[in-house]
């Protein structure tokens, strides 16, 4: 029973353009989301979060859309770059869950220069 | 601030023997969590430890277990590995706890079970 999915196991974008990575959960209980970038030969880093209470969540170049009616949340990086090339990780938790994190299966992004 | 450290990055062992590692937090930080994360697939969520103790495990069997220490440190154990053990174990660190916040992960132990 996959609570959080990432459909997309790979995307390719080229430098400059939109990155749009997407992640569906079923866990109505879910009210905080979270991204995180993982490089070969490290732990994940935290990208961004959102709230339930929120629908939008901007940072920089990062922004994340939660459309909680669809279950859906979305990051999108503008423009990308090279260096944006990682695999991205959609995770979730709810408040009474001590930050116990429920992890996609991860996407992985290649930005083109 | 040197973050969440792990302890060994790569360990090889053979099916059937036991392995531990180890994990500092961040500072400020009191709870420790536990990962395993498989090639190709996203982190799974093993244990968590607060206070010293075991607050919430995920769905894995009893061969797994941990350790918390006074300083927050943390151990994880697996007894009888299998093949199928083998794994990046992450361990992540946060606070406050009944507070939705970001997690910060360690480097991760590659462990190889032959």
């Known amino acids: 029973d996959q609570q959080v999915k990432q459909n997309s196991p790979s995307l390719s974008v080229q430098e400059g353009r939109i990155s749009i990575l997407n992640c569906d959960y079923t866990?109505?209980?879910?009210?905080?989301f979270l991204w995180y970038k993982k490089y070969p030969a490290e732990g994940p880093t935290f990208l961004i979060s959102?709230?339930?209470?929120?629908d939008k969540n901007e940072d920089g170049r990062f922004t994340v859309f939660l459309n909680k009616s669809a279950k859906h949340l979305s990051l999108h990086i503008v423009p990308s770059q090279p260096g944006d090339s990682a695999v991205y990780f959609c995770a979730a938790s709810y408040a009474n869950a001590g930050n116990m994190l429920t992890f996609g299966g991860g996407t992985r992004l290649m930005v083109k220069p | 601030d040197a973050g969440v450290t792990q302890s060994p990055t790569h360990l090889i062992k053979t099916r059937g023997q036991q392995v531990t590692l180890r994990c500092s937090p961040k500072?400020?930080?009191?709870?420790v969590s536990w990962y395993q994360q498989a090639l190709g697939q996203g982190p799974q969520f093993i244990f968590q430890?607060?206070?010293?103790?075991?607050?919430q495990r995920g769905n894995f069997p009893d061969r797994f277990s941990g350790h918390q220490f006074p300083n927050y440190s943390s151990e994880l154990n697996v007894n009888a590995l299998l093949l199928g053990d083998s794994a990046l174990y992450l361990c992540?660190?946060?606070?406050?706890?009944?507070?939705?916040?970001?997690?910060?992960f360690g480097q991760g132990t590659r462990l190889t079970v032959v």
């Open positions: 430890y607060y206070e010293e103790e075991e607050r």
């Open positions: 992540a660190s946060s606070a406050p706890r009944d507070s939705n916040t970001e997690a910060f």
């Open positions: 500072s400020g930080h009191d709870t």
């Open positions: 866990n109505s209980m879910f009210d905080y």
């Open positions: 959102i709230s339930s209470i929120k």
